[in-house]
């Protein structure tokens, strides 16, 4: 029932807050290990959550983990996504989905689990047997971030965004790359009590 209403019970990343504003938080994240695939979501018949199945049979959330060991490992939170053009990008942050730009090339889809945080480095976690899923090592990074409850529909993730960009500009913060949609709950968690937020990397 927690989970229903928008208790978060898996570990979240640590991090560091620098500066609180009315608008956003500034947080430093350590450098952390993420299990990450990117996809075009026709892949999943159009769905943009796609990913998130072949993620979770990595860590063995649905059954069998589908990796060397093969080693459950326990689910962490948020997943992020990050959306972008054409070609098959790097991707940094939480379960975080980011969208690129409006150009004619596929949107690809980027999702990440962050691994618990006793894997160190890529090499201590588990060989993923799905080629799709890779292991990635992100170093300290800064986010400008804004939490939201509710869906994160394409439209509430543009204005939120547009105006943390906005806020972070206006007190001299840097932009430095796409943003980062994190959500923290499963889809059966009543909207209202769901939490999201939305990182933007800053300098």
């Known amino acids: 029932m927690g989970m229903v209403l928008g208790k978060i019970t898996v570990e979240t990343p640590k991090y560091e807050v ?8 500034i947080r430093k994240y350590p450098p952390s290990v993420a299990a990450q695939v990117t996809y075009d979501p026709s892949e999943f018949k159009g769905n943009r959550d796609g990913g998130f199945t072949v993620l979770a049979n990595y ?4 059954g069998q983990p589908q990796n060397t060991k093969p080693e459950k490992i326990a689910m962490t939170a948020p997943v992020i996504t990050h959306s972008s053009d054409s070609e ?15 150009g004619d090339g596929k949107k690809l889809v980027t999702m990440q689990f962050l691994l618990p945080s ?4 890529a090499e201590d976690a588990p060989k993923p047997t ?13 986010y400008g971030v804004v939490k939201f409850a ?13 105006k943390l960009k906005d806020s972070l500009e206006r007190d001299g913060h840097k932009v430095a ?4 949609l994190a959500r923290y709950n499963p889809p059966w968690t009543l909207p ?9 990397p800053i300098e």
């Open 18 to 25: 620098l500066q609180s504003t009315a608008d956003y938080e």
């Open 59 to 62: 860590i063995g959330a649905l």
């Open 88 to 102: 098959k990008i790097a991707m940094t942050a939480p379960v975080v989905t980011a969208k690129g730009g409006d």
């Open 118 to 121: 006793k894997y160190s480095k």
């Open 130 to 142: 799905d080629e799709r899923v890779m292991i990635k090592e992100e170093g300290e990074r800064k």
């Open 150 to 162: 509710g869906v994160a529909s394409d439209a509430v993730v543009e204005e939120k965004l547009e």
């Open 177 to 180: 790359g796409e943003f980062l």
């Open 192 to 200: 209202a009590f769901r939490t999201n937020e939305i990182m933007v």
